[in-house]
T-cell receptor
Framework: DAKTTQPPSMDCAEGRAANLPCNHSTISGNEYVYWYRQIHSQGPQYIIHGLKNNETNEMASLIITEDRKSSTLILPHATLRDTAVYYCIVRSDNNAGNMLTFGGGTRLMVKP | NAGVTQTPKFQVLKTGQSMTLQCAQDMNHNSMYWYRQDPGMGLRLIYY???????DKGEVPNGYNVSRLNKREFSLRLESAAPSQTSVYFCASKEVPGLPTGQETQYFGPGTRLLVL
């Protein structure tokens, strides 16, 4: 699976949009981009995933560049409860055991 | 549905002691996973079970054994605990075949915090 690069930390004001970038320049054609988050002392939580097209659900939007070498997770109206570590993961369906490989993630701090 | 449950929530062991971490899921998922997370780090896969009756090593299997007791339960055993195994352990499960490609979300339990002295 392709490796991802994320900034170690970011701040965001409450009520504003949080834009979390992820670089995955070695992504291959059959690899999906997944985003999970981990709120302090809890297990990781699935947010969203995508292959080529932009995706939106009730939690967030995922913007994937046309060359698929990077993506951005957007939390449209960040709240204090969105403070967490956000993990960008790239994996293919051919991944043996369908494992998720977690990197260091981005620690998002939402401030009042 | 309770989702993924783990017991115990906390455990303190002395070096050399053994223990089993329990994990159960009620979502009828085929695949189950054990991860460990050290302070300030991402998760690392210890073992996984793609389906009932099968288990495979992940990234950091040394010092651990697993048992897929049935479809619901996947346990992790430390035969002789070492201080290096102090960590937070997460169990996860996932549905596999039958879903459209890409929709393979893992659901995580609340974690077991283990301290080995």
């Amino acid at each position: 699976d392709a490796k991802t690069t994320q900034p170690p930390s970011m701040d965001c004001a409450e009520g504003r949009a949080a834009n979390l970038p992820c670089n995955h320049s070695t992504i291959s054609g059959n690899e999906y981009v997944y985003w999970y988050r981990q709120i302090h002392s809890q297990g990781p939580q699935y947010i969203i995933h995508g292959l080529k097209n932009n995706e939106t659900n009730e939690m967030a939007s995922l913007i994937i560049t046309e060359d698929r070498k990077s993506s951005t997770l957007i939390l449209p109206h960040a709240t204090l409860r969105d403070t967490a570590v956000y993990y960008c993961i790239v994996r293919s369906d051919n991944n043996a055991g369908n494992m998720l490989t977690f990197g260091g993630g981005t620690r998002l701090m939402v401030k009042p | 549905n309770a989702g993924v449950t783990q017991t115990p929530k906390f455990q303190v062991l002395k070096t050399g002691q053994s223990m089993t971490l329990q994990c159960a899921q009620d979502m009828n998922h085929n695949s189950m996973y054990w991860y460990r997370q050290d302070p300030g780090m991402g998760l690392r896969l210890i073992y996984y079970s793609a389906s009932e009756g099968t288990t495979d090593k992940g990234e950091v299997p040394n010092g651990y054994n697993v048992s897929r007791l049935n479809k619901r339960e996947f346990s992790l055993r430390l035969e002789s605990a070492a201080p290096s195994q102090t960590s937070v352990y997460f169990c996860a499960s996932k549905e596999v075949p039958g879903l459209p490609t890409g929709q393979e979300t893992q659901y995580f339990g609340p974690g077991t915090r283990l301290l080995v002295l």
